[in-house]
């Protein structure tokens, strides 16, 4: 049976909000949407000032805005953060899912596995020897938790998540389906004429409050361990190398791929399809653009973009000049013609 969907008053979730209700506060909500597509029932969201002309077609019941709007056709709910009251009320309207309680029959638990009673784990799940998990956590279906690893509490792992051998994830994260930690970093000697894997004999550490996407995968470490500081949010298809050490509450966007032993400060940002060449120190603060490959240290707070990354004004002012290269050669020609023709001037 399909859960109820939450209806709430206006008055009621202003003051749960923290919000200024300009507007009927009996107006009742069952969802959010955009302002495009919100209904007479829902709540809309202005994010800029730039699409303030957008309400006066909307059909949502409130709208979220950070000040208030002047001739507005719908309620308004005024708060100091919109991004916050928006997560507050996305929140409050998702959808309920079933969740597994206890460990499911076809799952797998070895004997010396340790798991509080409130721990659960779903469908065709491997739980190893000497696992340790804390109260609420959820294994998803079919994933799979190497031995000695240790997982903290009210973390969630969905499905065909796989942990290797031990590792380290603490309270509060989230590793999103096909996500792998702990694999074996890519570390070859070319030894009597072949490939030999050099052993990983390290682990990983996640700390509280990490979250990743889909199909990210975390290499274990030849020595120590590969680490992902507190609160870092990492997106799908990203590549962590062995020994990587990542700060607190960096934002890594999808595809960002970072080599062997490179260390990143504190809210560092890498943006999509960025990486990093090996051993490199990226400074707290750093943003490394789009579409970028840093092969040589980046400052803190320092901005850089580009293949290879450098200042990103500096590359700025490069791509202005390469667009007008065609133009430059034109110029050039024209000024070798005339250089030739007086120089044969002279000449004579």
Same mark, same amino acid.
């Given at each position: 049976?399909?859960?109820?969907?939450?209806?709430?008053?206006?008055?009621?979730?202003?003051?749960?909000?923290?919000? &200024?209700?300009?507007?009927?506060?009996?107006?009742?909500?069952?969802?959010?949407?955009?302002?495009? +597509?919100?209904?007479?029932?829902?709540?809309?969201?202005?994010?800029?000032?730039?699409?303030?002309?957008?309400?006066?077609?909307?059909?949502?019941?409130?709208?979220?805005? #950070?000040?208030?709007?002047?001739?507005?056709?719908?309620?308004?709910?005024?708060?100091?953060?919109?991004?916050?009251?928006?997560?507050?009320? *996305?929140?409050?309207?998702?959808?309920?899912?079933?969740?597994?309680?206890?460990?499911?029959?076809?799952?797998?638990?070895?004997? +010396?596995? &340790?798991?509080?009673?409130?721990?659960?784990?779903?469908?065709?799940?491997?739980?190893?020897?000497?696992?340790?998990?804390?109260?609420?956590? =959820?294994?998803?279906?079919?994933?799979?938790?190497?031995?000695?690893?240790?997982?903290?509490?009210?973390?969630?792992?969905?499905?065909?998540?796989?942990?290797?051998?031990?590792?380290?994830?603490?309270?509060?994260?989230?590793?999103?389906?096909?996500?792998?930690?702990?694999?074996?970093?890519?570390?070859?000697?070319?030894?009597?004429?072949?490939?030999?894997?050099?052993?990983?004999?390290?682990? =990983?550490?996640?700390?509280?409050?990490?979250?990743?996407?889909?199909?990210?995968?975390?290499?274990?470490?030849?020595?120590?361990?590969?680490?992902?500081?507190?609160?870092?949010?990492?997106?799908? #298809?990203? #590549?962590?190398?062995?020994?990587? =050490?990542?700060?607190?509450?960096?934002?890594?966007?999808?595809?960002?791929?970072?080599?062997?032993?490179?260390?990143?400060?504190?809210?560092?940002?890498?943006?999509?399809?960025?990486?990093?060449? +090996?051993?490199?120190?990226?400074?707290?603060?750093?943003?490394?653009?789009?579409?970028?490959?840093?092969?040589?240290?980046?400052?803190?707070? #320092?901005?850089?973009?580009?293949?290879?990354?450098?200042?990103?004004?500096? &590359? *700025?002012?490069?791509?202005?000049?390469?667009?007008?290269?065609?133009?430059?050669?034109?110029?050039?020609?024209?000024?070798?013609?005339?250089?030739? &023709?007086?120089?044969?001037?002279?000449?004579?």
């Amino acid at each position: 049976m399909a859960a109820e969907k939450i209806q709430i008053c206006l008055g009621d979730l202003a003051q749960k909000l923290g919000a &200024q209700l300009i507007g009927d506060e009996a107006v009742q909500i069952r969802g959010v949407n955009t302002i495009q +597509d919100a209904e007479a029932e829902e709540v809309c969201f202005l994010s800029s000032e730039k699409h303030v002309g957008k309400l006066k077609s909307s059909r949502a019941g409130a709208v979220l805005t #950070q000040k208030p709007i002047a001739d507005c056709p719908m309620a308004q709910l005024v708060v100091a953060n919109v991004d916050k009251a928006l997560i507050a009320v *996305m929140t409050m309207f998702a959808p309920t899912l079933t969740r597994q309680k206890g460990i499911h029959p076809s799952a797998a638990v070895e004997s +010396d596995a &340790q798991l509080d009673p409130t721990v659960s784990v779903g469908p065709g799940a491997y739980i190893g020897h000497h696992v340790k998990i804390g109260a609420r956590t =959820v294994i998803g279906p079919n994933s799979s938790i190497g031995e000695n690893t240790i997982i903290g509490t009210d973390s969630r792992l969905d499905a065909n998540v796989v942990v290797y051998h031990n590792c380290k994830i603490g309270n509060f994260c989230i590793l999103q389906a096909n996500t792998t930690i702990g694999s074996t970093g890519f570390g070859y000697s070319f030894i009597d004429g072949r490939h030999q894997l050099i052993p990983h004999n390290g682990g =990983v550490i996640l700390e509280d409050g990490v979250e990743i996407g889909a199909n990210t995968s975390v290499d274990r470490a030849k020595f120590g361990s590969t680490v992902i500081g507190a609160g870092t949010k990492i997106d799908n #298809q990203v #590549q962590i190398a062995h020994n990587v =050490v990542i700060g607190k509450a960096c934002l890594l966007a999808g595809q960002v791929a970072i080599a062997g032993s490179t260390r990143l400060g504190d809210g560092v940002i890498m943006a999509g399809r960025s990486g990093t060449s +090996d051993n490199l120190t990226i400074g707290n603060g750093a943003i490394v653009g789009g579409v970028s490959a840093a092969f040589d240290d980046v400052a803190p707070g #320092q901005k850089v973009w580009g293949v290879p990354a450098i200042e990103m004004n500096a &590359q *700025m002012r490069s791509v202005a000049i390469f667009k007008k290269l065609p133009e430059l050669a034109k110029e050039l020609k024209n000024l070798s013609r005339r250089m030739e &023709q007086l120089e044969a001037a002279k000449d004579d």
